[in-house]
């Protein structure tokens, strides 16, 4: 697992996350779920020109789904929360 696109997925929006990036200057990105913490923190680090200072990762359980009779189940997915340095920042809404 080397390809840093392949590691990092999508950044997740929610207002928790963007709360996270404001007030403690952290991102929350969506990753690859075999991808570590050292793989997870050189890519950040490569794809956006920034310092990394920690990475804490969580496994996430895909939810049940329902469609008319049938049940389904969303994939299972992996979120870094990632601490940048002083003075560096990501904004992913200023990309959209």
């Known amino acids: 697992m080397k390809d840093m696109f392949s590691i990092i997925k999508k950044p997740c929006l929610t207002e928790k996350a963007l709360g996270l990036q404001e007030i ?53 997915w992996k979120k870094a929360i990632v601490t940048l340095a002083e003075g560096n920042k990501i904004d992913f809404l200023e990309k959209i």
């Open 24 to 76: 403690n200057n952290q991102v929350v990105v969506k990753v690859d779920p075999r991808a570590n913490k050292i793989e997870i923190k050189d890519a950040v680090e490569k794809l956006f020109s920034v310092k990394v200072l920690k990475v804490r990762t969580a496994n996430m359980h895909g939810k049940m789904k329902r469609v008319g009779k049938s049940f389904g189940q969303q994939s299972d």
